[in-house]
């Protein structure tokens, strides 16, 4: 049974940084695309970013490109998101995604080359 279980969500202030998580288990980690996606209330849900796993290859959104990291822990079958100068328009309930096969670059961040997807974490920036 595949498994993304995230965390690490909380209220942060403008300018702020945490640290999401993502667990994973029941699939290849080490070789699976996976991506951070968010969804903001009464907004549509948007990529944030996508990771292939063979390569570690990364696509970012220009809203955290230098903000944001991605990073993979293979040992852990865990997936990171660095956020750092964190912004009010990020605040969202952030999820993370699975999938198969070696996406292009440009579908790294599309929601139809994820199968499996978590609950969620709730991230609000605010004063």
Do not use: H
């Not at 702020?16 to 549509?44: D, V, Y």
């Amino acid at each position: 049974e595949v498994q993304l279980v995230e965390s690490g969500g909380g209220l942060v202030q403008p300018g702020g940084s945490l640290r999401l998580s993502c667990a994973t288990s029941g699939f290849p980690f080490s070789t699976s695309p996976m991506a951070w996606f968010r969804q903001a209330p009464g907004k549509e849900r948007e990529s944030v970013v996508g990771i292939r796993g063979t390569d570690g290859a990364t696509n970012y959104a220009n809203s955290v490109k230098g903000r944001f990291t991605v990073s993979r822990d293979k040992t852990k079958n865990t997936m990171y998101l660095q956020m750092n100068y964190l912004k009010p328009e990020d605040t969202a309930v952030y999820y993370c995604a699975s999938g198969s096969g070696n996406p292009i670059s440009g579908r790294l961040r599309s929601p139809s080359t994820y199968e499996y997807w978590g609950q969620g974490t709730q991230v609000i920036v605010s004063s």
